[in-house]
């Protein structure tokens, strides 16, 4: 397929002469940059509706820890890009779509997600360097273009928005946008080892197909609690959507975490439904006492924890 099809046919950024030869606004040895959020998982991973051939749709949870790409034009070479072969190929594809060559300089990259654990690590990182390519080029940063990328090299989280949103990871849809009205203080934990999501596909899916109603019941409550601003809804909502993941790929530490959640003062769990990520969603900042005493019950289950802010409110 050209790859001009991946991204609507014909209808494209006009270009000015500048861009169609490579040149950019940028003056030589001046970097440009582009930065990407990553997830702390999902406030929902589910079916879209209950059905005989559901679709995983993900509200994923936007963390502010981020991935970061830079190029400085200058007379070197492009060196590789150090973030591996799906980077790369968004370069590639990006380069291709826009009939432009890459200038001379050199690429560096820097991420604070951690790979294989649910925190959308590959997805911030093409992200990151698709916005660091249209800064490169001086053009708007058009979400379709991303889009038609990310769907010709992976299953996706919505990283690319600014916002939550209801989005089809498998198809690269989104369904609803859902604002920056909701925001969270979390304590989180990640439990030992990787899930490959393309192995467990099936697995998901056929678990959606026996709890359909139930997911349905809890995503029409989580898109109740964002449609009225209610960090609670919304919190009672992901630890349904939680517990229903437990049924399929569970967390150790999840039984554990929920009966103490009142404790704590957590207005719910959350989790990255196919990752390691486990933890609590707490209305407001958390204080020094606080911490001092979560961090000694995750250090009791044999976990460092971590604290970050979660959403946007």
């Not at 973030?83 to 990259?109: D, M, N, V, Y």
């Not at 991303?146 to 919505?158: F, K, N, Q, Y």
């Not at 609590?280 to 911490?291: E, I, M, N």
Request: charged residues 20%; proline residues 6%.
């Amino acid at each position: 397929m050209p790859v001009g099809l991946l991204f609507g046919g014909p209808d494209r950024t006009v270009l000015t002469p500048a861009q169609e030869s490579g040149e950019t606004r940028q003056q030589p040895g001046r970097t440009v940059s582009g930065v990407c959020h990553g997830t702390l998982g999902e406030l929902y991973q589910g079916p879209l509706r209950a059905g005989a051939e559901p679709d995983i749709a993900v509200v994923s949870f936007p963390v502010d820890h981020h991935s970061w790409v830079h190029f400085t034009p200058g007379a070197d070479a492009p060196n590789r890009l150090p973030l591996g072969e799906k980077s790369a190929t968004a370069t590639r594809l990006f380069l291709e779509h826009f009939g432009l060559p890459l200038p001379p300089g050199r690429w560096s990259a820097h991420s604070d997600l951690r790979v294989g654990v649910g925190m959308a690590s590959s997805t911030a990182d093409i992200v990151a360097t698709l916005r660091c390519l249209f800064r490169l080029f001086a053009l708007p940063y058009n979400t379709d273009v991303v889009l038609g990328i990310l769907a010709a090299i992976e299953r996706a989280d919505s990283v690319f928005l600014n916002e939550f949103a209801l989005y089809l990871s498998g198809r690269h849809r989104v369904i609803r946008r859902l604002g920056t009205d909701i925001g969270f203080h979390t304590a989180y934990i990640t439990e030992p080892g990787t899930v490959d999501t393309a192995a467990v596909t099936g697995l998901l899916l056929k678990h959606y197909r026996r709890h359909g109603e139930e997911y349905e019941r809890c995503l029409t409550d989580l898109l109740k609690g964002f449609a009225s601003g209610d960090p609670a809804a919304v919190a009672r909502a992901a630890t349904a959507s939680a517990t229903l993941s437990q049924n399929v790929l569970p967390k150790a530490t999840f039984d554990s975490m929920l009966a103490h959640r009142e404790r704590f003062g957590a207005e719910g769990v959350f989790v990255a439904h196919t990752g390691c990520l486990i933890g609590y969603l707490f209305p407001t900042r958390l204080d020094a006492d606080l911490k001092s005493d979560l961090s000694a019950y995750f250090h009791s289950l044999g976990h460092q924890c971590s604290f970050a802010q979660g959403g946007y409110g």
